[in-house]
């Protein structure tokens, strides 16, 4: 191996320990990580700036835009407020109708956003009814991995796949994906009511305080309201479309964000700007150029290699291999860097005689995204909702989440495993 592919290696390792010790940020860490392999002459700037994937950076960053601008309006609150009423206060009922609407939230607005907006208006409802909010959130993070799993915009992972892979659209997410995790958020939900019923009992008197709160004093500006659906549903239909009229998503996305801006008038600009998770941005940015780095020195070429040789090419061996090493990879890594990783790998086996690489991606995705739930440290949404909710004085706890999270992830993954095997493999 040349000199080269180790530096490579060993910084890619290096850098991937400090991501997952969280001593340093890991921002910080990915972006000395990229600069690291441009320095040492690994990979020229050029080829980094070539590596770094736009698509998803501009993908992210308006949908982070139109979110931030349609919170404003308070329509997140009013679906909250309004779902525990059809719930008669009934707490166990909240619980599973706001893990729905992250759900549905997560598929449509991608989960960590999802998260940002359910997990205040939790604590509201549950402060109300007296009770524990942790079961509360504990599904909704559950929702939120699962959701995800079932569009192209929902979770990092299936944006940086459907980036990397043009043939796979929006539509094409929905239609292989979007069934299993249905599925899947079927079967959760009396799981959850089974696990958590017991912990969140109220009074007859504060469920009937939850039927007198008015939904409608939430929505503060309904003039925004209006520009912001019409805007929120033009983006949802471009990307349903964007194959159609040979656009990227991330077009789709800063299009609509900066129709709305232009609509909403320059004093929305600089707040929304603000609201968008450039932390998030320069992580990704970072690990692109990290990444990059192994496949210029064909360190990704000789790892495709070896899984090629450990399943014989087996197309059924490999895509249980991918759904199953991602799954608990991503239980305990971030899905991010790990996808970030696995992408070139399997486009890899593509040029070493697998031709039918679909099912492949349907594993990465689904291993990866449902794998978040094995722990409190295997996606984004979930570290965002344990910060908020031990912020408010009601920690949740790495070992108190394992105990649900793992069993029930394993479940979400055998799950898949028949589904990938009914529908792509016989």
């Known amino acids: 191996m040349e000199q080269h592919a180790i530096w490579a ?36 700037q ?63 607005l991608d989960n960590v956003t999802t998260v940002l907006l359910m997990v205040p208006v939790t604590f509201s409802i549950t402060r109300q009814l007296k009770v524990n909010p942790v079961p509360f959130l504990i599904t909704q993070i559950f929702a939120s991995n699962i959701g995800g799993t079932a569009t192209l915009i929902g979770d990092p992972p299936n944006i940086m796949i459907g980036s990397a892979v043009k043939e796979l659209t929006f539509m094409s997410f929905i239609v292989n994906l979007a069934p299993v995790a249905v599925i899947i958020m079927a079967i959760h939900i009396p799981i959850f009511i089974w696990l958590f019923s017991k912990q969140v009992q109220t009074t007859p008197e504060l469920q009937r305080s939850i039927m007198e709160l008015d939904e409608r004093e939430v929505l503060t500006d309904r003039n925004l309201l209006n520009k912001c659906l019409i805007i929120l549903g033009l983006t949802i239909i471009g990307f349903f479309m964007h194959q159609m009229l040979h656009l990227e998503s991330a077009t789709v996305a800063l299009a609509g964000a900066f129709l709305l801006l232009l609509l909403t008038g320059e004093h929305k600009m600089e707040d929304a700007f603000t609201k968008v998770e450039w932390m998030t941005i320069f992580f990704f940015v970072g690990l692109f150029v990290l990444v990059s780095g ?8 000789q790892l495709a290699a070896k899984a090629i040789e450990l399943t014989g090419g087996n197309l059924i061996a490999t895509s249980m291999l991918i759904l199953w090493i991602s799954a608990i990879a991503s239980a305990f890594l971030d899905n991010i860097p790990f996808v970030a990783t696995m992408i070139p790998m399997i486009q890899e ?75 792509y493999l016989i």
């Open 349 to 423: 086996m593509g040029n070493m005689g697998v031709s039918n690489l679909e099912p492949l991606w349907w594993s990465l995705a689904l291993g990866a995204c449902l794998g978040g739930n094995g722990s409190l440290i295997g996606a984004s949404a979930n570290l965002i909702v344990a910060g908020m909710s031990g912020k408010e004085g009601h920690p949740i706890r790495f070992i108190s989440f394992i105990k649900y999270g793992f069993p029930l992830m394993l479940l979400s993954i055998i799950i898949s495993s028949v589904y990938v095997f009914l529908r």
């Open 294 to 301: 192994l496949v210029e020195t064909g360190v990704i070429a």
């Open 46 to 108: 050029e080829t980094a700036l070539h590596h770094i994937d736009f698509n998803t950076l501009g993908l992210l960053i308006g949908m982070m835009i139109i979110v931030s601008i349609t919170a404003e309006t308070g329509l997140f609150k009013y679906i909250a407020v309004l779902s525990a009423k059809k719930a008669h206060g009934d707490p166990v009922r909240i619980m599973i109708s706001l893990a729905v609407i992250t759900a549905v939230g997560s598929a449509f």
């Open 9 to 44: 290696i060993t910084i890619f390792l290096v850098i991937y320990g400090l991501i997952i010790s969280e001593k340093i940020h890991r921002t910080i860490v990915a972006m000395i990580g990229g600069l690291l392999m441009v320095v040492l002459g690994i990979i020229d």
